[in-house]
């Protein structure tokens, strides 16, 4: 499975996002599906998850109410809408998709935000 994201960028304090993972090489409907961030220096945090079959979504406090994660198995892509941003929420975005003991990463996409 290839992950590559795109959507980044740079964006003032209270604006928003969208961040998009295009998937290949295997179907998508039976991954569950994470974006993950990194600030140098500090490790990866998952940001939110959301399920294969029943589509549960899961964030992490810091992005409860701002951020939303959906997914389309047909077009094969997650995707990290982000609201409401803070300078906090500036890191590199990575999508991540695990299907039982297989994992798989995007490279990343850079967040950056700034006044």
């Known amino acids: 499975l290839r992950l590559v994201e795109s959507g980044g960028g740079s964006v003032k304090p209270g604006g928003s996002l969208t961040l998009s993972c295009q998937a290949s090489?295997?179907?998508?409907?039976?991954?569950?599906l994470r974006w993950y961030r990194q600030v140098s220096g500090k490790e990866r945090e998952s940001v939110a998850r959301i399920a294969s079959v029943t589509g549960y979504t899961h964030y992490a406090d810091f992005v409860k109410g701002r951020f939303i994660i959906s997914r389309d198995n047909l077009k094969m892509t997650v995707t990290l809408q982000m609201n409401a941003l803070t300078p906090d929420d500036t890191a590199v975005y990575y999508c991540?998709?695990?299907?039982?003991?297989?994992?798989?990463w995007g490279r990343g996409t850079q967040v950056t935000v700034s006044s």
């Open positions: 991540y998709a695990r299907r039982y003991n297989n994992e798989y």
């Open positions: 090489g295997f179907g998508l409907s039976s991954f569950e």
